[in-house]
């Protein structure tokens, strides 16, 4: 099985439209300057005055501010499905492109593979909202897209129709949104354009492509599910990087030399520790048993041979998964099929592809030796 990310252009992007050379967001100016060009949605922030104060609706934070905020930058094409729009632009141009988008711009469109992720999201700020109403701890999503602003007319129509609670938009006429995402303060940026997420990567924002796959399973709705893999997601690819130079023998050999030495951070430590963040808040009011967050550590480490290591590195770093899955080289397939996680993050496409083939929505994060020596669909040993 060979997976092409959710876009199905090739060569120019459907969303890069010729911006003027000075809008790529790259250059240092105030949050103040970035959000003016950003919210696209909702009220504006004044240049001067008093520090703007999040708005309340309902008792609870409605607009919390960035910095307080666990923001979440999603792409448009992995939120929705937009493969039609893809082709008419491949086939016809930018102008037809957005004319299309113009005269359909009262249809919604479907929802693409972070969809389910993302109410999952606005399900546990219900709760939070509901324990912590003055808290501005909440899961805040950023609509990112290369679109020109006039298809935001049909994005906005798709997020009501859908009853998404997305008020933050960044339209980038065709720009990179890198430095947008940095004056977001995002903590986790989804998208279906590989290099983007290895720009975001590259500046040390959490990122990973999303794959949609042929069938999928029924998530919870009441429970946000994260599944991540270890090395090169959670942890450095320090240990990978042994596998691939001198094998699986010297791998356990290593592993069990430096079970008491810890693993460095990989690009994903970060979003799992703001996740962990959030479960306390429930736990400390009593709702560790149906804590609306749960997170899994799925790893083809085997547990005895080198699982202690992960999991001291987990513990010293005042971290911790709801539960940790050693599958010594298994597939892991089969065990994401019965955890039915609204994501999974994996550094190699071999795991992503399983996960996929299982109907799970899966999420691949670039980063690692495994990229420059991708695994081989016929082997059935890795490191990890």
Request: hydrophobic residues 35%; contains cysteine; proline residues 6%.
């Amino acid at each position: 099985m060979s997976l092409d990310p959710v876009q199905v252009m090739k060569g120019q992007d459907p969303m890069a439209l010729s911006p003027p050379p000075a809008s790529n967001g790259d250059s240092k100016v105030s949050w103040d300057e970035k959000e003016g060009f950003c919210d696209s949605v909702g009220p504006k922030k004044p240049k001067s005055g008093p520090v703007r104060r999040a708005r309340k609706v309902e008792g609870g934070i409605f607009f919390p501010k960035p910095e307080n905020a666990v923001t979440i930058a999603v792409s448009s094409r992995v939120l929705f499905r937009t493969e039609k729009e893809q082709k008419v632009f491949e086939e016809k141009g930018v102008e037809e492109y957005l004319k299309y988008q113009v005269e359909h711009e009262n249809e919604p469109f479907a929802p693409g593979p972070a969809f389910p992720f993302i109410k999952a999201l606005e399900s546990v700020n219900t709760r939070l909202r509901e324990l912590y109403p003055e808290s501005e701890e909440l899961f805040d999503i950023v609509l990112v897209t290369y679109n020109h602003a006039n298809v935001g007319v049909r994005l906005i129509n798709t997020i009501n129709h859908h009853n998404l609670f997305i008020e933050r938009f960044c339209m980038t006429g065709g720009s990179s949104p890198i430095g947008y995402l940095k004056a977001w303060h995002t903590n986790l940026y989804l998208s279906a354009d590989a290099e983007k997420v290895q720009e975001a990567l590259s500046e040390g924002i959490a990122a990973a492509t999303m794959f949609m796959p042929e069938k999928q399973i029924e998530v919870s709705e009441t429970q946000l599910r994260v599944a991540f893999d270890g090395d090169a997601v959670l942890f450095s690819d320090e240990s990978e990087r042994i596998f691939k130079a001198h094998g699986l023998d010297k791998f356990f050999e290593h592993e069990r030399e430096n079970e008491n030495t810890l693993l460095d951070h990989g690009p994903l430590k970060g979003f799992l520790e703001t996740l962990g963040k959030l479960q306390k808040k429930f736990y400390a009011k009593g709702h560790r048993l149906d804590c609306p967050i749960r997170t899994y550590l799925v790893t083809a480490r085997s547990a005895a041979s080198s699982g202690i290591r992960a999991l001291k590195t987990l513990r010293a770093w005042g971290l911790e998964t709801d539960e940790a899955l050693f599958l010594a080289g298994a597939p892991k397939g089969p065990m994401l099929e019965k955890i039915r996680p609204h994501i999974y993050f994996d550094d190699q496409m071999f795991h992503v592809e399983g996960a996929v083939e299982m109907g799970t929505i899966a999420a691949h994060v670039p980063y690692g030796i495994a990229q420059k020596y991708p695994h081989k669909k016929k082997s059935t040993n890795s490191a990890k």
